[in-house]
């Protein structure tokens, strides 16, 4: 018995020795790979890259910015099915265990023991250890480390913040981290309106994510998905009801086609958003880094009706010139007869082919066949009908020259061939006539481009922004990023500073020529119809775009104002104090423009455009917002009638109220009379605007305003070069205006400006600029706005400017009938219109801007 005590002895010491001496091996081992490791507690700060979303100003879902495809969701808003799931499948023990799990290790040995698979049997909190602090290689030192940080974890985050930044971060394949983004990249759905079968499915994914394919390896998927149902039955989280249904449904998927694609439900990417991207990169203070990743909920001013007649109005514009040229430029792109053999191969390699497929109503098509007199197309997502798809050539009667390349030039086309070859990718539209479908038509995208920007006058929300025809042919923002001369669109700001400075709109300016020594040469500007008209009221001056009348008052008051002014409407940031810029020779962006032309319509005051009205965190903290306005009483959670809150503007005035009305009275009247009244004066409402035409027809514009709605549009080749004949602000850009309008007004109807106080209304001679009596007629007549006290007495002139420079006696007074001239042919053949009288300085003058 003794010896036996004695065995049982030794044994037992050395057994007590051997744990005591693998205890402290495995202290000492922990000890030597437990220093110098990452820092576990700043997961206790850590924010995962999370995507950006854009919301337009009703809400919609607009675009979204990311590197990882991660919507944040904070762990309370998980349904508990989402995490029992991924619990069950990887970690059943998770929350008793003290971030590794024994008895899992120990299962693991032994099944690698007896020849199976060595798994790593990690925990959920192993995993956030991998995942975030180390490195994704297989082996026991990193096993070890995992360890040791998981225990450290589980003393610094309770479970749910360590399951929080689990379901956040794990990747789920498709580009997809975290539960929130998968459920919307495989389902199309919310984390709430998930099935038990489809949360099984995801929880199958983190083990391999390309192993369960939804398509590719869809046997693999199922059985992994129904092994992760049979777990949360066993473990108490779904009833055998629920198990047997679930396991019996198929797999179906957004990749496999069953489900229409969350993204897809997305406008696609445009202008408005992309400038968004572009202006919140600079603004933020972590850049455009802090926009694809931190989470952020963007919500833009857009307004989606306003937008989408911005881009329709612009987009007829610029075709309807396109048209008026006659120049075919061929296809956007070529297939390989090869690939046309077959139905479905041209459908392919269709829709691999890059293309735009932005525009509203254009669809992309492939040229099958080519005949005498039409062509058979394909076009993408329509099916073909018994007889097939046609583009016939009398369809194209508006091409007169082709430009097309591969042998494909000349003059109007007299057979199919001559347009087109097999494998040509054109854009067609349907042509629907009371409401039955008539053919198919042939659409390019026009050479010429423009820009087209609206915003509301009294805040500055950019409301829609079209900065070209395409955004996927062109992403180049014409509206913000194009600097083009602004042309006459510039002069109401020379107006607007003599205004401020001692005129009136009966104020008289000599229209005679001028002639300016500029060191390089004499400069010679004339008014674009090559003739001038002698004193001439201010009024009229700015109606019928007088560039003689603008160079003369900007002589007088003196560019320096003119440029302050320019500058202080944020025109130009430091213009040069050249007479040629008070006629717009200068660059500036759209952008800047329009809002400068809203300063005149919300009666002076400073604005700052914004294509953002908010910006909040992933916590929903507000770290931008646009509108800056004082509101007392605004933060109690109540008001009474007692107790209305009270909101006050803070903006700088940076023009006399009494100027702006002014200027905006003499800019309806080029809507009503002058250089807009055939397109934009239709609209029958008060809009004050100026169309403006640089040299040689470059660039055409047009910006105007009511107290609500501030708009304007740019049109001009990228490179700039002349547009030809007939090509003005008025003819190009006041039809794009007015389509635009016709639509904003039903929502932002005008009214007339309020007048401003202590002044008075008299009335006015128009051509002349003589005071007439109160009870005065007549279309001559107008209601001009002066300061109390400052209107002139009855039968009294205007002011008289010459601007100090000299000119002929023989200049006649300013008449309705703007006669006294004739068409004269010069020495180069061209017709111009002399004056019947002329003087030197009449003669000498020459040359258009």
């Known amino acids: 018995m003794r010896l036996i005590l004695n065995f049982l002895g030794f044994i037992f010491t050395w057994a007590t020795l051997g744990l005591f001496m693998a205890a402290a091996g495995l202290a000492g081992l922990f000890w030597l790979y437990g220093r110098d490791l990452p820092d576990h507690e700043q997961l206790s700060r850590y924010e995962p ?184 039955l066993e473990n108490g ?73 911005a881009a329709e109005a612009l987009r007829r514009g610029l075709e309807r010139f396109d048209r008026s040229r006659g120049t075919y430029f061929g296809p956007l792109a070529q297939i390989s007869p090869d690939a046309l053999d077959s139905e479905e191969e041209w459908r392919v390699a269709l829709a691999e082919t890059r293309v735009p497929r932005d525009v509203v109503g254009w669809i992309p098509a492939v040229v099958l066949e080519v005949g005498e007199s039409s062509a058979r197309i394909g076009i993408e997502g329509v099916e073909n009908d018994e007889d097939g798809h046609f583009l016939a050539l009398s369809d194209a009667d508006w091409i007169t020259r082709i430009r097309a390349g591969e042998g494909r030039e000349g003059g109007r086309p007299g057979a199919a061939s001559d347009l087109y070859q097999v494998g040509d990718v054109v854009l067609v539209t349907a042509i629907v006539e009371d409401g039955a479908f008539q053919r198919w038509s042939l659409r390019q995208i026009p050479e010429i481009q423009g820009a087209f920007m609206a915003m509301d006058t009294q805040t500055g929300r950019v409301l829609a922004m079209q900065g070209g025809f395409s955004y996927q042919h062109s992403v180049f923002n ?39 020594d500029t060191g390089a040469g004499v400069w010679r500007p004339t008014n674009s119809s090559n003739r001038f008209y002698g004193p001439t009221p201010v009024r009229t001056g700015i109606e019928q775009s007088r560039n003689l009348m603008t160079v003369r008052i900007a002589q007088d008051i003196g560019m320096d104002r003119v440029s302050t002014y320019a500058e202080r409407f944020g025109i130009y940031e430091d213009m040069p104090e050249l007479l040629s810029y008070s006629l717009g020779a200068g660059e500036t962006t759209l952008f800047n423009m329009v809002a400068a032309y809203a300063m005149f319509g919300n009666g002076g005051k400073r604005l700052e455009p914004t294509l953002v009205d908010r910006v909040q965190d992933r916590y929903g903290n507000t770290i931008y917002q646009h509108d800056q306005r004082g509101c007392r009483g605004c933060e109690g959670q109540e008001a009474t009638p007692a107790d209305m809150p009270w909101i006050w503007d803070t903006a700088e005035q940076v023009m006399d109220p009494v100027t702006a009305y002014q200027l905006s009275s003499m800019m309806q009247g080029v809507v009503a009379r002058g250089t807009a009244a055939s397109t934009v004066g239709t609209l029958g409402v008060p809009i004050a605007g100026k169309t403006g035409t640089t040299n040689d027809a470059k660039d055409a514009w047009f910006v105007g305003y009511t107290p609500r709605i501030t708009a304007g549009c740019y049109i001009g080749y990228d490179t700039p070069r002349p547009m030809g004949d007939g090509a003005y602000g008025g003819t190009l850009c006041g039809p794009v205006f007015t389509d635009f309008m016709r639509v904003a007004l039903e929502d932002h109807g005008s009214f007339r400006i309020p007048q401003p106080p202590d002044t008075v209304f008299v009335k006015i001679d128009r051509f002349t600029g003589q005071r007439l009596p109160d009870d005065a007629s007549g279309s001559n007549v107008v209601a001009e706005l002066f300061r109390a006290g400052e209107q002139p007495a009855i039968g009294q002139f205007g002011t008289y400017i010459d601007g100090g420079f000299a000119m002929g006696a023989d200049l006649p007074l300013f008449s309705s009938a703007q006669g006294g001239a004739s068409m004269q042919t010069g020495q180069d053949g061209q017709q111009r219109v002399v004056p019947t009288n002329p003087s030197f300085g009449e003669l000498s003058s020459g040359g258009l801007y």
């Not at 083009?484 to 001692?502: C, H, I």
């Open 49 to 232: 890259a999370t995507l950006s979303r854009i919301y337009s100003g009703r809400g919609l879902l607009m675009d979204e910015f990311a590197r990882e495809r991660r919507l944040f969701t904070p762990i309370e808003e998980i349904p508990d099915l989402v995490k029992v799931a991924f619990i069950s499948a990887e970690d059943k023990n998770f929350y008793n265990h003290p971030g590794f799990d024994i008895m899992g290790i120990a299962s693991a040995v032994v099944d690698a023991a007896q020849g199976g698979r060595l798994r790593g049997a990690s925990t959920i909190t192993q995993q956030v250890m991998k995942n975030f602090l180390l490195s994704g290689e297989r082996s026991a030192v990193r096993k070890i480390k995992e360890i040791i940080l998981a225990t450290r974890l589980e003393a610094t985050l309770s479970k749910d913040q360590i399951l929080e930044l689990y379901l956040n971060d794990i990747f789920l394949g498709q580009n997809s981290y975290g539960v929130t983004s998968a459920a919307r990249t495989y389902f199309s759905k919310s984390l709430e309106e998930l099935t038990a079968a489809e949360v099984a499915y995801l929880a199958a994914l983190p083990r391999a994510p390309s192993n369960y394919h939804p398509v590719r390896e869809k046997e693999e998927a199922i059985g992994r998905r129904n092994y992760v149902l049979g777990q949360m």
């Open 478 to 516: 014409r509206a913000t990023q194009a600097t083009r001369q602004p042309g006459s669109a510039f002069k109401p700001f020379v107006y607007a500073a003599a205004l401020d400075n001692g005129y009136t709109p009966a104020s008289i300016v000599v229209d005679a020529p001028v002639e300016v």
């Open 237 to 309: 989280y779904i009833d055998r009801d629920t198990y047997e249904t679930a396991r019996a449904s198929d797999l179906l998927t957004v990749q496999s086609g069953d489900i229409p694609s969350a993204r897809d439900a997305l406008p696609p990417r445009d202008y408005f958003t992309d400038e968004i991207r572009r202006q919140l990169s600079t603004r933020l203070e972590g850049g455009e880094e802090e926009l694809f990743t931190g989470g952020l909920t963007v919500r833009a001013t857009v307004d989606p009706k306003l937008q989408a007649a």
